[in-house]
């Protein structure tokens, strides 16, 4: 082994307090060991059996989840190379609203066994071609695999199907409830053209106390509070938005006004009071019945709204008021004054309710046949941690109808789709020459870490799983050849193995079973984006040959609290 020289050293090139890591200081080992240490911990996380993470943040906020985005929003992550693959979950959250974990587990797996073929003396740039090669092929062979599609988006029964194992593995137990919730307020917003979907359209107001199965969607909005005035309630009426305060003018200027006697006092407040009077009273006759104030509502004011019998509500959200303006159609003026018919929105029910001790306002549209603007999911449960949670599982769920509405194809889920790329990328790889082939094999069976984590969480013995789902595939991709001269009859029974996958119940002796006869199937999309954006950012990892950190910004940090103030 020949000795290494010392190179030019950097002194005097960058500012004092400057770090550098090199490629000699291992610098890529380095950066993939952090990675792995981030993918571990959401790791367990994984599936249906996936254990909960208590985060407290910076600002000592508790989130108890098992949802990746979630977690690593939540720490705050500084190392650099463990800040692309965060980056690479946040960009799938975005895109799909599912699969977090899929991605950071993945590229968390792809570098451990880069590390393997670093130590055997590749070089990291026959790697990143491997997976590259492995990729491409990757999402070819992930095409195939589709088992089912959504053919009517306006189905319940077809939509929760395709929810159930997304909300499944974030809620396993309730997800046939949360999964026809989602369906249904999906379904009350859903536009003529399914690809217009806004995903902002379906609300989700949490109530604690009651159970789950309490939990409903109301076609409309829903708001934590009660109306201000004594009118709590209105039928068929027509709705007015301000953003402006509800009360007597603001002079720009300040004056002074000389007043001689009592009776000029008595009608200066007087003329302010007919003022406002006049300005309620017009409201009044233009039709309106309902008042929503985006400011500020005056006493004056809400004394004159309560005596025409106007329904008067605060919100002082203006994205809140933004949504309710989408609900009732109305637009929101900025000035006090009688709106013109066209800005003017319109409301079927506003009603004051009692959940849970909690009393709420509910813009309600009645009319079953139209489609509303937004509908709200009512949400009921023991705990405020519990409540979020399952706020999140929901979530994800209204994201992946976004994606079905792009991409309606279905593969089977239960880490079944893994296992088969993980057998038909190994075949590539034999049929791959030269260096690369070590990395497409490396990149195969990083596939493996999914249904092996599937099967751990459940107390499963992994390693006994793994192998018999590796038989069932084996046997239908050694099949498939003799498949094509053999008659259907006997086909038939071949037909089903590649589709087997974990029983996460154990309800089977063999611990697998079929994941398509159990209705256990994962959006194509999800996956397509998962692998991509684990390779990439995989990738990205592996290419980083050098690190260098500049000082951080400001002076030396303020003294501390002296820990010895209470000694005489």
């Given at each position: 082994m020949s000795l290494s020289m010392p190179g030019p050293s950097q002194a005097g090139l960058f500012k004092p307090g400057y770090q550098s890591h090199d490629a000699e200081d291992g610098a890529v080992i380095r950066n993939i060991e952090a990675c792995q240490a981030i993918s571990k911990t959401v790791q367990t996380s994984l599936g249906p059996y996936g254990r909960n993470k208590i985060v407290i943040n910076h600002l000592q906020k508790m989130v108890l989840t098992s949802d990746a985005a979630t977690i690593l929003r939540e720490l705050d992550v500084v190392h650099p190379a463990a800040k692309l693959l965060v980056m690479a979950?946040?960009?799938?959250?975005?895109?799909v609203g599912d699969g977090t974990n899929l991605v950071i587990i993945l590229a968390g797996e792809l570098l451990k066994k880069a590390e393997e073929l670093l130590r055997m003396g590749l070089k990291t740039?026959?790697?990143?071609?491997?997976?590259?090669?492995?990729?491409n092929y990757a999402l070819k062979v992930l095409e195939e695999l589709e088992v089912d599609r959504l053919?009517?988006?306006?189905?319940?029964?077809?939509?929760?199907?395709?929810?159930?194992t997304v909300v499944a593995s974030k809620q396993s137990g309730t997800e046939d409830l949360l999964a026809s919730l989602v369906a249904e307020a999906v379904l009350a917003v859903l536009p003529k053209n399914p690809v217009n979907f806004n995903v902002d359209n379906v609300r989700v107001v949490k109530i604690m106390g009651g159970s789950l199965e309490q939990s409903r969607v109301i076609k409309g909005m829903v708001f934590g509070r009660e109306p201000d005035g004594t009118i709590k309630k209105a039928r068929k009426a027509k709705v007015g938005v301000f953003s402006c305060p509800i009360d007597i003018s603001q002079t720009e200027t300040k004056g002074t006004v000389l007043l001689k006697n009592a009776q000029e006092m008595l009608d200066f407040s007087k003329g302010?009071?007919?003022?406002?009077?006049?300005?309620?009273?017009?409201?009044?006759?233009?039709?309106?019945?309902?008042?929503?104030?985006?400011?500020?509502?005056?006493?004056?004011?809400?004394?004159?709204?309560?005596?025409?019998?106007?329904?008067?509500i605060k919100i002082l959200s203006k994205f809140e008021l933004r949504r309710l303006c989408r609900v009732v159609g109305a637009t929101p003026l900025a000035r006090l004054g009688a709106p013109m018919p066209d800005e003017m929105g319109s409301v079927d029910i506003v009603e004051t309710t009692e959940i849970g001790g909690d009393r709420v306002t509910v813009f309600?549209?009645?009319d079953a046949n139209t489609v509303t603007r937004t509908a709200t999911i009512v949400l009921r449960g023991a705990t405020q941690n519990h409540l979020d949670d399952v706020e999140r599982a929901i979530d994800d769920g209204v994201n992946a109808v976004k994606a079905i509405t792009k991409d309606p194809r279905l593969v089977p889920g239960a880490g079944a789709t893994e296992i088969q790329l993980v057998e038909k990328i190994s075949a590539f790889a034999d049929k791959t020459p030269g260096l690369p082939q070590y990395a497409i094999r490396k990149y195969a069976e990083a596939f493996e870490v999914i249904p092996r984590t599937l099967a751990e969480s459940a107390g499963l013995d992994a390693t006994e799983v793994l192998s018999r789902l590796y038989t069932a595939h084996h046997r239908t991709n050694t099949g498939a050849e003799s498949e094509e001269e053999s008659e259907e009859g006997s086909s038939e029974e071949e037909e089903p193995y590649w589709t087997t996958g974990v029983d996460l119940e154990a309800g089977s002796s063999t611990g697998t079973l079929d994941a398509v006869d159990e209705g256990i199937l994962d959006l194509m999309a999800s996956k397509s984006w998962a692998i991509r954006l684990a390779?990439?950012?995989?990738r990205t990892v592996l290419s980083v040959d050098q690190i260098i950190v500049a000082r951080q910004a400001g002076g030396p940090k303020p003294p501390g609290p002296n820990p010895n103030w209470d000694e005489d």
């Open positions: 979950s946040q960009q799938q959250d975005a895109e740039s026959d790697i990143t071609q491997g997976y590259e090669k492995a990729q053919k009517e988006m306006r189905s319940q029964t077809e939509l929760s199907k395709a929810l159930r302010e009071e007919d003022r406002l009077e006049a300005a309620i009273k017009e409201l009044y006759d233009s039709g309106l019945r309902v008042v929503v104030a985006g400011s500020s509502v005056g006493d004056l004011a809400l004394h004159y709204l309560n005596r025409f019998n106007i329904l008067v309600r549209q009645e390779s990439e950012s995989a």
